[in-house]
């Protein structure tokens, strides 16, 4: 008969395998892009998995046939614009929800949760329409402008602001500040998990985004990292080496976005406030 230590034992090893198991599943593409980008386009397409000696040729390939400084900074500008605007706007719609009650704040809040059930697809033409009568097609404020007003952050930030003390609202009406004043100096700074939090969801979220700046962005100045990998790999000889160097240079600013602030993510997915 197992004693009871050993029973304990045998489940510990049996998680840490499954665990495990998880991780190497979730961290094998990203290394199959790592070694991919040190081969050559024959090596990928056989499936080769161990490192090989194309890196310099397939570095040299891409930043050859792609203004790669011209590409970051257009997904730069349009990520750090798009996500500051998106936390601003959502979080003030979160708080906004939250705090003020009113007869039809449930009913346009189950409205707006509604929204999230209508497919990215269905809203494309409707969406492409209204760009074009603005004339804002490839514009890269018709890339920013749809991702504002998010459903799913503003229902996730008016989630963690029934944490909010609201001691300290009152304590700050006392001492006669105003309501945006509460926001901007009070709910904000005790938030910052939060913040870090939607930050990283939203960042990540625009960064990768494809559908709809393939829409809209129709020349090659104004288009993102994405949409040129795209390109690169669906042309008549694609070069996967070169791919594989603009996939990984795609991924490095996410990765560096998530350890730096990975600490603050967990604690605002956790619904911790400060």
């Given at each position: 008969?197992?004693?009871?230590?050993?029973?304990?034992?045998?489940?510990?090893?049996?998680?840490?395998?499954?665990?495990?198991?998880?991780?190497?599943?979730?961290?094998?593409?990203?290394?199959?892009?790592?070694?991919?980008?040190?081969?050559?386009?024959?090596?990928?397409?056989?499936?080769?998995?161990?490192?090989?000696?194309?890196?310099?040729?397939?570095?040299?390939?891409?930043?050859?046939?792609?203004?790669?400084?011209?590409?970051?900074?257009?997904?730069?500008?349009?990520?750090?614009?798009?996500?500051?605007?998106?936390?601003?706007?959502?979080?003030?719609?979160?708080?906004?929800?939250?705090?003020?009650?009113?007869?039809?704040?449930?009913?346009?809040?189950?409205?707006?949760?509604?929204?999230?059930?209508?497919?990215?697809?269905?809203?494309?033409?409707?969406?492409?329409?209204?760009?074009?009568?603005?004339?804002?097609?490839?514009?890269?404020?018709?890339?920013?402008?749809?991702?504002i007003a998010s459903a799913f952050i503003i229902f996730y930030f008016r989630q963690s602001t029934k944490a909010f003390p609201h001691e300290l609202?009152?304590?700050?009406?006392?001492?006669?500040?105003?309501?945006?004043?509460?926001?901007?100096?009070?709910?904000?700074?005790?938030?910052?998990?939060?913040?870090?939090?939607?930050?990283?969801?939203?960042?990540?979220?625009?960064?990768?985004?494809?559908?709809?700046?393939?829409?809209?962005?129709?020349?090659?100045?104004?288009?993102?990292?994405?949409?040129?990998?795209?390109?690169?790999?669906?042309?008549?000889?694609?070069?996967?080496?070169?791919?594989?160097?603009?996939?990984?240079?795609?991924?490095?600013?996410?990765?560096?976005?998530?350890?730096?602030?990975?600490?603050?993510?967990?604690?605002?997915?956790?619904?911790?406030?400060?």
């Amino acid at each position: 008969m197992i004693s009871y230590g050993l029973k304990q034992r045998l489940s510990s090893i049996a998680v840490y395998i499954i665990l495990g198991l998880m991780a190497f599943i979730s961290i094998f593409p990203f290394l199959w892009m790592v070694v991919g980008a040190t081969n050559s386009t024959s090596d990928i397409i056989n499936g080769k998995m161990s490192f090989g000696s194309a890196l310099l040729l397939n570095a040299t390939t891409f930043f050859t046939q792609v203004n790669v400084p011209l590409i970051f900074w257009n997904s730069a500008k349009i990520t750090i614009i798009a996500t500051v605007l998106t936390l601003l706007i959502s979080s003030l719609a979160g708080y906004g929800f939250e705090i003020f009650a009113s007869r039809f704040r449930e009913r346009l809040y189950t409205l707006m949760l509604l929204t999230l059930m209508i497919p990215f697809a269905a809203l494309m033409i409707p969406l492409f329409m209204l760009m074009g009568k603005f004339g804002l097609i490839n514009t890269h404020i018709a890339v920013v402008l749809p991702t504002i007003a998010s459903a799913f952050i503003i229902f996730y930030f008016r989630q963690s602001t029934k944490a909010f003390p609201h001691e300290l609202r009152d304590a700050a009406r006392v001492d006669g500040l105003k309501e945006w004043q509460i926001f901007l100096l009070i709910y904000m700074p005790v938030m910052r998990s939060t913040y870090a939090a939607a930050f990283i969801i939203v960042f990540m979220t625009i960064w990768n985004s494809y559908l709809w700046p393939l829409v809209v962005l129709q020349s090659n100045d104004t288009k993102t990292i994405t949409l040129v990998i795209s390109s690169l790999g669906s042309a008549y000889y694609p070069d996967y080496g070169a791919v594989m160097i603009g996939t990984v240079l795609a991924t490095i600013p996410t990765l560096f976005v998530f350890f730096a602030m990975q600490r603050q993510f967990v604690e605002g997915m956790l619904g911790s406030v400060k």
